[in-house]
């Protein structure tokens, strides 16, 4: 992290359809740049499933959070429903997160394993996520 006069420039890797922000922390502007050095040692995994235990350790987490919701018009049965029977091939994992909001987000990241909030937290960097919204992140 470079500190300038004005802002903190923050290097990141150049990903595919990563636009460049700018972000702000305590009123102090941040620039996210690209940084090509990083580019090789990144790879997207947005897109590959993760081990299978990973993902039935995600999908039985998800399915305790949406089991804490109050199901009086059948919401929360839905939303367990398109997640019984989800196999682990692409992004499902993903797609299973993105049914949250970031207060269940933040919950989910509790109550999953090390390995596993890991590579959920690679997949979002990897998707481009900004730090401020991956409550997976170690």
Do not use: H
């Amino acid at each position: 992290m470079k500190k300038t006069n004005m802002s903190t420039t923050v290097k990141v890797p150049i990903l595919k359809g990563f636009i460049p922000y700018l972000l702000e922390y305590r009123g102090v502007p941040i620039v996210i740049d690209e940084d090509p050095s990083i580019e090789e040692n990144v790879k997207n995994v947005y897109y590959e499933a993760p081990t299978d235990e990973q993902f039935e350790e995600v999908k039985a987490k998800c399915i305790q959070i949406w089991n804490t919701y109050d199901d009086t018009y059948g919401y929360a049965t839905e939303e367990i429903d398109r997640i019984k029977n989800m196999e682990n091939i692409s992004d499902n994992v993903m797609y299973m997160i993105a049914m949250f909001d970031m207060s269940n987000m933040t919950k989910l990241s509790i109550l999953l394993s090390v390995e596993t909030r890991k590579a959920i937290s690679d997949r979002m960097i990897s998707g481009g996520n900004p730090p401020e919204y991956n409550p997976f992140l170690i």
